[in-house]
């Protein structure tokens, strides 16, 4: 499975991105958006379960992020609204099948997508 991320951008402080991720084949997998900040680790932002039924975010985003799916286009989103400079990140969509562990491990999705920069100004 090959993810293509897009809808990065700049955009200033109390602002909104939706970024899509278009996964190159069917995939009814778990789909996750995480974020790697300049010196930091890659965090867990939200991800969704295969139906779509399902929806878990990290408390920094809770309110202010919205994860969906489109099983038909084999793709995922994320709508952010009130964007904070805090948000600034390269953000990367990934997937892949049960291998056991949490849905906010990094380690637990096989399929990586290549990243999209997210820049908020204050």
């Known amino acids: 499975v090959q993810l293509q991320a897009s809808g990065g951008g700049l955009v200033q402080a109390g602002g909104s991105l939706r970024l899509s991720c278009a996964a190159s084949?069917?995939?009814?997998?778990?789909m996750g958006w995480f974020r790697q900040a300049p010196g930091k680790e890659r965090e867990f932002v939200a991800t969704i379960s295969g139906s779509g039924g399902s929806t878990y975010y990290s408390d920094s985003v809770k309110g202010r992020f919205t994860i969906s799916r489109d099983n038909a286009k084999n793709t995922v989103y994320l709508q952010m609204n009130s964007l904070k400079p805090e948000d600034t990140a390269v953000y990367y969509c990934?997937?892949?099948?049960?291998?056991?562990?949490?849905?906010?491990?990094?380690?637990?999705?096989?399929?990586w997508g290549q990243g999209t920069q997210v820049t908020v100004s204050s």
């Open positions: 084949s069917r995939t009814l997998y778990l």
């Open positions: 990934a997937t892949g099948p049960n291998l056991g562990g949490s849905y906010s491990d990094n380690l637990r999705y096989s399929y």
